[in-house]
């Protein structure tokens, strides 16, 4: 087997969580990705006030450009559009 092969025989055989982490850092999602708040509502597929009703909640961390400006980390919209509130790690 070549090493890129036993890389990914290695990855398979992780546990979920450590792939995810592997596969995660792999493809450098430890970067935020600011979007808009449009961006994020089609992400989650709801209304924009949502977002920002979920940022409010804490749900959803928002980056504050200038006072007028808000962006949201997509990966993190992602992350709660996929897995729910556990995986962003807020106490709901």
């Known amino acids: 087997m070549t090493d890129t092969a036993q890389l990914i025989d290695t990855v398979l055989q992780a546990p979920p969580e450590r792939r995810d982490a592997i596969l995660a850092a792999a493809r ?3 970067k935020p990705r600011p979007g ?3 961006q994020a509502a ?3 597929e709801c209304d924009p006030r949502t977002v ?6 804490g749900l959803l961390n928002p980056i504050r ?3 007028r400006r808000t962006r ?3 990966n993190q919209v992602e992350r709660l559009a996929t897995r729910g509130a556990e ?6």
Request: no cysteine; charged share 20%.
């Open 28 to 30: 450098g999602a430890d």
């Open 36 to 38: 808009t708040i449009r």
């Open 42 to 44: 089609a992400i989650l």
């Open 52 to 57: 920002s009703r979920y940022a409010a909640r």
């Open 65 to 67: 450009i200038s006072p």
């Open 72 to 74: 949201y980390d997509l």
């Open 87 to 92: 995986a962003v790690g807020a106490g709901v």
